[in-house]
Each structure stands twice: as structure tokens, then as C-alpha cells.
């Protein structure tokens, strides 16, 4: 079946350094979109990609999305304690625009 | 910020009774989701209604089933709580309105089966 897998499963920086996590698909997507789950809470939506190479900036956030469309990467530029949480990417399931597979998600950990 | 909510927030129960997880969301969203997450871990989907009258399994088997008789609510049920239950139950919703298929999600159900 359709895989999402993330790299890497966790990682700890020092606030001010930079950050990236690497989403990478079974299949090709349609869209690629990105969640951000602090701890304890709830998924919130971030961004979604929808074109091939296609490159977005929040701030201090940048989102990839793979000429090939199945891969993607968030990367984010002088780490904030307020990063801290779980960055998930999700694709559609093959075949479908609305039910999504999710990633296996990379754990941030952010320290002074 | 989203209007989507889900009651209760944390729930334990014995094995082997009747539960009711409930969500509700005020925007209208046509598809509404039911996740199941453990700690740490990914989302995988259980159940997925396109609109009133409509659900389907998701692609993690589940023994709960759920309804959809308005477009706001959408109930799970778990007959029969085991303890391979215990876990935290996300419910979200979407509406696809110009090819955006963003997830709106509640708060969460933390499910404890003893």
C-alpha cells in the first residue's frame, strides 16, 4: 500500500540552529501538505504544495515539494522553543482528493 | 481557528462497555474524519464520511462505526471497549472548496480502556 515515510524520526537543536525534515512517498501525490502537532495537542495545517519543484515560504518556514512529486521537506531557519512538536507531511490516498495518507512524522525538540 | 469539537476530552472506561465519542463542527465542511493516533506516533484514518448518509472504513481496520445523519455530527461508537482500544481519537473535517483540501481538526478524545 501507499507509504509516507519522514526522516529523520526525531531530532534536538539548539535554538538558532536550522532544522529540516524529509517526507518521502510510495507514490506520486497530487499535493503535498504539512502539520504541525505540539505536544498534547491537535494537528493544525500549515501549507499545501500542489505544483512540481514548487517552493514556499512562512517566515522562517520553507516547504519543497519534489519535481517528481514524491518528495517534499520543511525546513525551518533559526529554531524558536515556539517550533517545538511533531511535523507531519500528507498526501492523498492514491485514487482520492480528500482522504489523506499521513507521514510518520519527525519530533522537534528545541532548547536555549 | 477552526470550529470543530470533540466530547469528551478524556475518558476511562471498563472493558467491555458501550462508548460514544462525539464531534461536531460548525462550518458547513462536507467531509468529516475519524483518526486514530498513539503517542508518538502517525495518524491513521478509520472512518470517513463524504457528506450526510455517506462513511466508509478507513485504511486502519476498526471495530468502532459511526453515523452521519447531519452534516455537523459525526458520532464514533465502540460497542465493546477492549483495552487494544486505549488511545487518542482525532476527529477533523474539510470541505475541498477550490481544490484546498486542508484538515480542520478538534482537540482530541484520550481514551483509556481498563
Known amino acids: 500500500g501507499q507509504q509516507v515515510m519522514q526522516i529523520p524520526q526525531y531530532q534536538h537543536v539548539q535554538e538558532g540552529e536550522d532544522f529540516t525534515t524529509y517526507c518521502n512517498s510510495s507514490t506520486t501525490l497530487s499535493n503535498i501538505q504539512w502539520y504541525k502537532q505540539r505536544p498534547g495537542g491537535h494537528p493544525v495545517f500549515l501549507i499545501q504544495?500542489?505544483?512540481?519543484?514548487e517552493v514556499k515560504k512562512q517566515k522562517r518556514l520553507t516547504f519543497q515539494f519534489g519535481e517528481a512529486k514524491k518528495n517534499s521537506s520543511l525546513h525551518i531557519t533559526a529554531t524558536q522553543t515556539t517550533d517545538v512538536g511533531t511535523y507531519f507531511c500528507a498526501g492523498p490516498i492514491t485514487g482520492t482528493a480528500s482522504k489523506l495518507t499521513f507521514g510518520t512524522g519527525t519530533r522537534l525538540q528545541v532548547t536555549l | 481557528e477552526a470550529d470543530i469539537y470533540q466530547t469528551p476530552r478524556y475518558l476511562v472506561i471498563g472493558t467491555g462497555k458501550k462508548i460514544t465519542l462525539e464531534c461536531s463542527q460548525t462550518m458547513g465542511h462536507d467531509k468529516m474524519y475519524w483518526y486514530q493516533q498513539d503517542p508518538g506516533m502517525e495518524l491513521h484514518l478509520i472512518h470517513y464520511?463524504?457528506?450526510?448518509?455517506?462513511?466508509e472504513k478507513g485504511d486502519l481496520s476498526s471495530e468502532s462505526t459511526v453515523s452521519r445523519i447531519r452534516t455537523e455530527h459525526f458520532p464514533l461508537t465502540l460497542e465493546s471497549a477492549r483495552p487494544s482500544h486505549t488511545s487518542q481519537y482525532l476527529c477533523?473535517?474539510?470541505?475541498?472548496?477550490?481544490?484546498?483540501?486542508?484538515?480542520?481538526f478538534g482537540p482530541g478524545t484520550r481514551l483509556t480502556v481498563t
Open positions: 464520511s463524504y457528506g450526510v448518509n455517506s462513511t
Open positions: 504544495l500542489v505544483k512540481s519543484g
Open positions: 477533523a473535517s474539510s470541505d475541498g472548496a477550490g481544490g484546498n483540501y486542508e484538515q480542520y
